[in-house]
């Protein structure tokens, strides 16, 4: 202790405590550096169990949901003594529920559990889950009493899935590689799939590396950056690869052992959902992996996201669907070739295996992504303009000499995104948002005109600069119409250029399309609501378009 | 007053008259007294509830103010401006009224001010809190029948621990980084908070804290005041030899993100406010550390000023008060928003 201070003598802090202190030293700071120091100086101190937990929970894994929102909810409601609309009106100012009930109920000052992490969530968190209502109301609000906010708020984080933290899971493995002095690549490897957070998996974490595999585990995936400058700046082109950028979902789809597995970019098994695919994947050699994405395909052409979104939402799919929305799995990588990691060997002799593995299957589970040649540029640029006719997003820019990366590393994989479609529509709804920026308008709904009224087209949540955010938010506070619980309803004043990147016909939504990623391109102040975009107009964007249509519509929006 | 009341009701229902103070473009106006309180457009005579810039501007021919607010004031409005200060409690007549000024908490001199006409007692709390604090007069509760409250955190969830627990924290993280050999920048407003933390500070340490230039001169009016604080001296910019590693500096929350902090390399920034509460401001902002410290009543604070006044009718000056408002009516009191405000709507930075 240094001289000239006073300080309260040290108390005892207990496992619980550390990883509470955890969670604010990464919540408290941007810096990646700090962030990993934190993670080591935790894993110095935590036992085998609490650390196989804490890595668990940082790298963004939950435990299922205990107790539904809706029941805590009313259990806070009647803990805390307050109105129903009360708390949910606090809850909508702070727009998170577990940080809301530490708020609300925990005691200032308290001292907080001398349990451990692990103690916590093996003995008294997950028998949660058997319990009758009552019991845990009453063990839950108990919890809720005693603790103080920062325990009350993780406990409440743990018991309602996942904590996000602001750490990815490679930084987590970054934190484990130092504290083990393993390399990062091992460690991430180690910490995919599906694994029990328990001592024997801590030990096995940080263990020497033994070369070893454990037949389902995939790979970290190798992620693109989306190109912002020009791509002359890339060099010559014959350094480069291109393919089309495919809009469905990017998977993993792994042979081992006789077995076949199939895993999504969230290291979700989703074997079970396309079992066109894991049919087809019978016939690869044992020891292959390969990296692709899942398509919805109908004979020669891929089919629209949305018809690829009625697969994903099911577990099992019955015979109509099947036949309906059939998939296969388009490959553009291989990672492991002979039961061999491949993935530092350059991209062109990766592809070569790649062809001569699939290349010539007849099986309608796989097809090969295509290169797209072209001997400039300029002519590549060209054949870009045709993606929206193609249902894809753009092009994908491979260098030739690539390694597999693990994680996204800049300068190997771009994706050269076509234009997005861009519209001027109205702000009709506005929402608080979440987290960072609860207490402030950050969620929005649009709308364009069908004869004189405005039908909402879509939501969007950023694309403004904080300040735009902060001018927009007292703005929408001093031009509510009507509030529905945290929504607002705006004066039809201000117009917004939406970007989004596609457009289908929907009969879930009342304007009878469905816009994909819709994000706000700019404020237009300039605009009056009558200056929006009708509907008719939006339709028109439908594919199939003429394709100098679709040039004449992007480019109108530079002028 | 209560035993007069039965003369005055049959006064008002005779002739109708409009409410003794009314939120007008100009501020709280008093037509009865011929004054303004806490002005913020041109008038002839301003009562001022205390010396932050959202209060006190340099608008009116004359000031009345609480006696210890007055070189606050002068600092803040120009030494040459008539402001005439009130010891607290010392009823002066102002036109057809009796004005009083009463201990607010909320910074040193702020008053709650206290109208009375025709047996109607009228309470403005100005910024206000209840929770204890060394640097200034505390917080007296004046019975009323309508009190002008405040409402800048008006929601349950905003509870505070005491000053001297948040102020435990920050000292502790002066510690840790004068450890790590940094400097600790602490954002704070530079009237009142700034000064609550240097007076808090005392029983932790008795080392010399840095201040902003904007900072020091107020707390040198708080030091002449009696205010008993850390020892503090003013940044010297120009001083390219003095290093601040280790040290504490306060500063206030615009100077963040300027040039200004260019002067403190590896500095840990941590920020004081009632906003701090909520997660999602904290991280918004950015800082290393946010310390959930106000000058304002929290939740708590609220409800227990309005019961303990005994007034029958409440009014809102800061916006955000919904649902203060609503649950005051379902209880079966009457209750409404004023139609002003002393800032915008939204997260306030400064929280003044």
Known sequence: ?559 | MVSEKSAGKSIRIAHPVDDLIKATDTGLACDAGDFVIDPMKRTRTAVISHAHADHARAVADHYYASESSVPLLKRRLGDDQDIRGVPFGQPIRLGQTQVSFHPAGHVLGSAQIRVEADDEVWVFTGDFKRDHDPSCEPFELVPCDTLITETTFALPVYRWQSGAEVVAEIAQWWQDMQQAERPAVLFAYSLGKAQRVLSELRAFTDRTVYLHGAVYPLTEIYREAGIDMLPTAAIDLDDRQKKYAGELIIAPPGASGSTWMRRFPKASTGFCSGWMRIRGNRRRRGYDRGFVLSDHADWPGLLKTIEETGARRVLTTHGQADALIRLLREQGMDAAELAISYRDEGVDDAEI
């Open chain 1, 1 to 559: 202790m240094l001289p000239n201070w006073q300080s309260p003598t040290a108390m005892k802090v207990s496992m619980m405590q550390k990883f509470s202190q955890l969670y604010q030293a990464l919540d408290q700071t941007t810096s990646t550096n700090a962030k990993v120091a934190a993670m080591v100086d935790y894993l110095q101190q935590a036992t085998a169990a609490d650390a196989a937990w804490a890595v668990y929970f940082l790298s963004g894994r939950r435990i299922k949901r205990l107790i539904g929102a809706s029941l805590l909810r009313s259990w806070l409601h009647q803990s805390s003594d307050l109105p129903e609309w009360l708390v949910e009106e606090s809850y909508a100012s702070v727009g998170d529920l577990a940080e809301t009930i530490a708020l609300l109920l925990a005691t200032p000052g308290k001292r907080g559990s001398d349990r451990t992490l692990s103690d916590w969530v093996e003995n008294h968190l997950l028998p949660l889950r058997t319990m009758p209502p009552e019991q845990q109301q009453a063990l839950v609000t108990r919890w809720w009493e005693q603790q103080n906010y920062q325990q009350s708020f993780i406990i409440n984080k743990l018991m309602t899935g996942a904590l996000r933290v602001g750490v990815s899971q490679l930084l987590v493995a970054r934190a484990v590689a130092e504290f083990a002095d393993l390399p990062r690549s091992l460690v991430l490897h180690r910490m995919m799939g599906e694994w029990s957070p328990d001592e024997a998996f801590w030990y096995a974490l940080v263990s020497e590396d033994r070369g070893e595999t454990v037949s389902s585990r995939p790979y970290p995936f190798c992620l693109a950056s989306p190109l912002e400058a020009s791509v002359d700046t890339l060099g010559p082109i014959q350094a480069w690869m291109a393919e089309w950028k495919w809009d469905g979902i990017r998977a993993q789809l792994i042979r081992r052992d006789g077995e076949t597995w199939l895993w999504s970019r969230g290291e979700e098994l989703i074997g079970t959902r396309f079992p066109e695919i894991t049919a087809a994947a019978e016939n690869l050699p044992d020891g292959t992996v390969l990296d692709g994405e899942i398509l919805a395909w109908d004979n020669q052409a891929v089919l629209p996201f949305s018809e690829l979104q009625r697969r994903i939402g099911r577990k099992s799919v019955g015979k109509k669907l099947l036949s309906e929305v059939p998939c296969l799995f388009m490959a553009y990588d291989l990672m492991e070739s002979e039961s061999t990691d491949i993935r530092s060997l350059p991209f062109t002799r990766r592809r070569a295996k790649l062809e001569a593995l699939i290349g010539q299957s007849t099986d309608p589970g796989f097809r090969i992504s295509p290169l797209v040649a072209a001997d400039s540029w300029q002519a590549l640029a060209e054949l870009r303009e045709s993606s929206r006719q193609r249902q894809v997003e753009g092009l994908m820019l491979k260098h030739v000499e690539a390694p597999y990366q693990t994680g996204r590393k800049r300068g190997f994989w771009w994706k050269w995104k076509v234009e997005a479609y861009t519209i001027d529509a109205v702000m009709l709804y506005a929402q608080a948002g979440h987290g960072r920026r609860a207490n402030l308008h950050t969620d929005y709904t649009f709308g364009v005109w069908q004869n004189d009224t405005l039908v909402p087209i879509a939501k969007a949540y950023s694309g403004l600069d904080n300040s735009e955010i902060n001018e927009l938010d007292k703005w929408i506070r001093r031009n509510t119409l009507e509030r529905f619980g945290p929504v607002r309803s705006v004066t039809a004043e201000q117009v917004f250029e939406l970007a989004f990147e596609g457009i289908n016909l929907s009969t879930r939504h009342k304007s009878g399309i469905a816009v994909r990623f819709p994000r706000i391109k700019r404020w237009r102040k300039d605009l009056s609501p009558r200056d929006a975009e009708t509907l008719e107009q939006v339709k028109r964007l439908i594919n199939p378009v003429p394709e100098k249509d679709i040039v004449a519509d992007t480019s109108s929006e530079d002028n």
